[in-house]
């Protein structure tokens, strides 16, 4: 596997980019010609595919969502880290490198990842998150390498979907047991905690509560591996209600190796109780256990006003060192969690009480009795999300709870301060404590992965794990063009497509342009600096990518309405004019100068459900919008109840055409519209499954305005599929991105092909083709994003393929050259070679004299018959005598420096972070 350098998420040299380029466009050449006659064979289109190169385009900087971590027991500069939908890496040297080890397994959505203590190199990952989240997604199992992790085996448990532990015996690597959840969407049996005694061969189902409850969290005890406990959690998911508690969580042990279970009761809570967590300590006096439990039970009148009782409350929290508010819940939490509050859009009767929250239970005589250390709440907000507590292998009153904060007490959990990682992203998931130094930390989270050498005082971000979720993506028409896209809780992000350093595309390469989640980031092709951004929940905005000015846009719900937004609500610009906006809630809205004014362009296109909307996650909501490129006014939309809605006279009359699509069930989601651009009434459906626990592949294509679909899945694997996108260029050439990855057809659907191009098994999100270059970009939810040049894809049809056909070639990726005082070889301080800086007349004299000579040096270069000159391409000739001519060119004129200025940011600290990826 190659390997990701610090600081970027590739950087392959410039030799390399440009002979891998061309010996692609030769052998892909070949193949196409050689085997035409033969497409329609099984395999062959992805054969002929796997030569398309897919360009890796990051980013690092900002990381994603990490889950788990496991650290060799004797080498801790050597462990592994798992990400939620992004796979799994592995690091000898600390972090300086990474490299990925579980790319083409099943599902690259992980649960949790473990090492055999007396067989280190025997890896075990569990896939499918554990965190419960809307995009958690499911796995296919267990998954064993006894090599560490060069190669894998799939050890069944495929239908537990969703994995919470993995722990394997300390002494005897063929026992492990496995907690698992279950389905998130459903109930089924494969739930609760296995057991294998023969290395993965077979499995014991060893606990089982009930269709609806599953196990989240395992630890045997530290001095008799015998002895297990097991937290059950009882949860379930709905695309409109997270039901995230229930009578059956509670805690579960064995004390004959999982043959025999009871529930332990006494001190411990009952009734509606979510997710908990567990960890045990041994030490001279014993062993202790403490557990998480967010409790969800409504708490008791709390006291008001002024009085004793008040006094008392405050007395209590300063004496528990409680100086500060107590944190404000995830908003996304008051939005989900019943017991946490009614998010705006709710049609609720009344508030529900408060819950009882986040409780910490300490057990000193292996579980028989519990008691609560803390006061107040610690943990959760919302618990579904969290739920892991750790003890300082050094110190068993030193605790850590991992919420959006991370939570430590140096009391044995009698009093806490949410400062354990005060100056990192937030949103906890994993936590590893040197057994050997507690200062030396790792930390997971919605940010990606953290070290810390003093106990959590100061963190570094280990920046080079390209492991960022992309909701959707967009392109400009700039040359060299810019992606851009929204990403789970780290925001929206701006980055080069082609590197301006030979280095390659780097993290210095992406500029944040929006914060919250992000997802559909829009641009005018009018104008690269205009940028439509949507957080959560329908918060929209326009936003000057060359100033950083932002203004809110969001539509206004007249007084005694409110609008419906979906979690990730979709915009699009009209193709016929770049001004036009469109806007997706319940109902959907026009603008016609860029936002500052809506227009109600619908009545309510979903079903308005009343059951559903009664749930605690905002539904009934539109969740696609296209306008066709051959026809104005004429608007699919979809929503995530299953309506497919067209208006073919700008919004005047709308008809419901969702009963004309055959064979998928009512309400279900519906993930993407795609007008044609080639033939008027064509358009193409995607629709996922995914929240109704259907994974069938369901693609539809329509052509008469939506009279009739036909299914065009034909032999797709099953997963969701998120989109379907028809080329601007062939009609004939398609695209799906799924759960599983990127497919295609050349024949509208009849034979579609997987095209890896070396892309990892990751879900994908959102496609875009880029017109002017023929690159497809690539967003995953988990790895970032790719670009491919499919420029020969767009020259073969099913009408062609029987004959010769011929192909467009790959498009060269030319380097640029450094330019630099130092030897080739030499990068210096190069990525800060763009900052401003002030020099002296002496310096300045000198950087002319030296300008002189390079210029001097490149046309003797130019000049010569060197066998190294004569090798280069045109276009680096080119390139190589453009700058020799910018190297020598005097100083632009005043009036040009003032034309350029009007695209630069204005100054300080915003110019200089816009000035890495926007071209002056």
């Known amino acids: 596997m190659p390997e990701l350098r610090a600081a970027t998420a590739s950087r392959p040299d410039a030799p390399s980019r440009r002979a891998l380029a061309a010996a ?19 395999g062959e289109l992805e054969r002929l595919a796997s030569r398309l190169p897919a360009r890796e385009l990051g980013p690092a900087v900002h990381g994603g969502r990490v889950v788990d971590l496991a650290v060799h027991p004797t080498d801790a500069s050597h462990f592994y880290v798992a990400s939620a939908s992004g796979g799994v890496f592995e690091t000898v040297n600390a972090g300086t490198t990474f490299t990925p080890i579980f790319d083409h397994a099943g599902s690259l959505s992980i649960g949790d990842i473990a090492l055999a203590p007396s067989k280190p190199e025997q890896l075990w990952v569990g896939t499918g998150e554990s965190n419960n989240q809307r995009s958690s997604y499911w796995g296919d199992g267990v998954y064993k390498s006894e090599d560490g992790g060069r190669t894998w085996r799939n050890t069944g448990l495929r239908e537990t979907q969703h994995i919470g532990r993995i722990v394997v015996h300390p002494k005897d690597p063929q026992v492990v047991y496995v907690a698992a959840l279950g389905r998130l969407y459903g109930f089924n049996r494969q739930r609760g905690v296995f057991k294998t005694t023969d290395g993965g061969a077979t499995w014991q189902h060893v606990l089982f509560v009930s269709e609806k409850v599953g196990v989240v969290d395992l630890v045997l005890d530290p001095r008799d591996p015998e002895t ?75 006291p008001e006003g002024d009085g004793p009782d008040a006094a008392a409350a405050a007395v209590e929290g300063a004496a528990d060192g409680e100086t500060e508010a107590e ?170 497509t082609e590197p301006w350093r030979a280095v390659g595309v780097t993290n210095t390469d992406w500029v944040a342009i929006n914060g919250g989640d992000g997802f559909y980031t829009v641009v005018d092709p009018w104008n690269p600096n205009t940028v439509y951004t949507e957080s959560q929940f329908g918060a929209l905005s326009r936003i000057d990518v060359a100033t950083g000015e932002r203004k809110g846009i969001t539509p206004r719900a007249p007084k005694g309405e409110t609008y419906r937004f979906n979690w990730n609500s979709p915009i699009a610009l009209s193709p016929h004019n770049a001004r036009i906006v469109y806007f997706g809630g319940n109902k959907l809205f026009r603008s016609l100068n860029r936002g500052d004014e809506w227009q109600v362009i619908s009545p309510d296109l979903t079903s308005a459900d009343a059951q559903k ?25 979809g929503t995530d109840d299953g309506k ?59 052509e008469d305005y939506g009279q009739s679909f036909e299914p065009i899945a034909s032999n797709l694997p099953s997963g969701a599929i998120n989109i379907v996108l028809e080329d601007a260029k062939n009609p004939d050439l398609l695209f799906v991105g799924a759960e599983y990855g990127l497919a295609f057809t050349i ?124 090798r280069r391409s045109a276009a680096a000739r080119t390139s190589c005598a453009g700058i020799c001519s910018a190297i020598a060119r005097p100083a632009r004129p005043r009036k040009a420096k003032r034309r350029r200025a009007r695209d630069e940011p204005a100054s300080g600290a915003t110019r200089s972070a816009f000035a890495r990826a926007t071209p002056s």
């Open 613 to 637: 909307l009664q749930g605690n996650v905002p539904h009934c909501t539109i969740t696609t919008i296209a306008e066709s490129p051959l026809t104005p006014g004429e608007i699919w939309v």
């Open 327 to 496: 944190p404000a819940l995830d908003p996304d939490a008051l939005k989900e969690d019943p017991a946490l509050g009614a998010w705006p859009g709710a049609r609720q009767e009344a508030a529900p009480q408060r819950p009882l929250g986040g409780e910490i239970y300490r057990s000193d005589d292996g579980g028989e009795t519990w008691t609560r250390t803390n006061t107040r709440s610690v943990g959760g907000s919302p618990g579904y999300y969290y739920g892991q507590i750790r003890i300082d292998p050094s110190n068993p009153d030193r605790l850590y709870v991992l919420s959006v904060p991370v939570h430590v007490s140096e009391d044995g959990g009698k009093t806490w301060k949410a400062d354990g990682a005060s100056s990192v992203h937030v949103d906890h998931h994993a936590l590893w404590i040197d057994p050997k130094d507690s200062r030396h930390l790792l930390l997971g989270n919605d940010g990606g992965l953290y070290v810390s050498r003093d106990r959590g005082k100061r963190w570094e971000h280990l920046d080079n794990l390209p492991i960022a979720q992309y909701y959707a993506i967009g392109v400009d028409q700039r040359e060299p063009y810019h992606v851009y896209g929204g990403t789970q809780d780290n925001g929206s992000w701006m980055g080069r």
């Open 747 to 870: 024949d509208r659907g009849e034979r579609w092909g997987l095209l890896r191009a070396g892309l990892p098994n990751v879900a994908i999100y959102d496609l875009v083709v880029q017109p002017k270059v023929g690159d497809l970009v690539v967003g995953t939810h988990g790895r970032g994003m790719y670009a491919i040049d499919i420029s020969p894809l767009q020259g073969l049809s099913f009408a062609t393929r029987g004959a010769g056909v011929a192909l467009s070639d790959l498009r060269t990726l030319v380097m640029p050259r450094r330019l630099s005082n130092m030897q080739d070889g030499f990068d210096g301080d190069l990525p800060y070679a763009r900052r401003r800086r002030r020099r002296s007349s002496r310096s300045a004299a000198r950087s002319r004299a030296t300008t002189t000579a390079r210029s001097s040096r490149c046309s003797t270069r130019k000049a010569s018959s060197s066998r190294r000159w004569r």
């Open 24 to 42: 692609a466009k030769l052998a892909l050449l070949g193949a196409f010609l050689g085997a035409a006659p033969a497409l329609a064979q099984e």
């Open 228 to 302: 297990i406990y097991a937290a059950a959690y009882e949860r379930l998911r709905k695309a409109w209600h997270l039901d995230g508690a229930g009578p059956g969580s509670g805690i579960y042990k064995s004390s004959d190796g999982a043959r025999s279970w009871r529930r332990l009761m006494n001190g411990l809570p009952e009734g509606e109780i979510g997710r908990i967590g567990l960890d045990a300590h041994a030490s001279e006096k014993g062993v202790v256990l403490f557990a998480t439990v967010e409790n969800l039970n409504p708490r008791a009148q709390e």
């Open 644 to 702: 497919v809605q067209l208006t073919r006279d700008g919004g005047q009359s709308w008809s419901d055409v969702r009963a004309q699509i055959p064979n998928v069930p009512t309400g279900t989601w519906v993930s993407r519209v795609w007008p044609s651009s080639h033939v008027r009434g064509r358009a193409y459906v995607s629709i996922t499954g995914y929240r109704d626990d259907d994974f069938r592949p369901f693609v539809f294509r329509t």
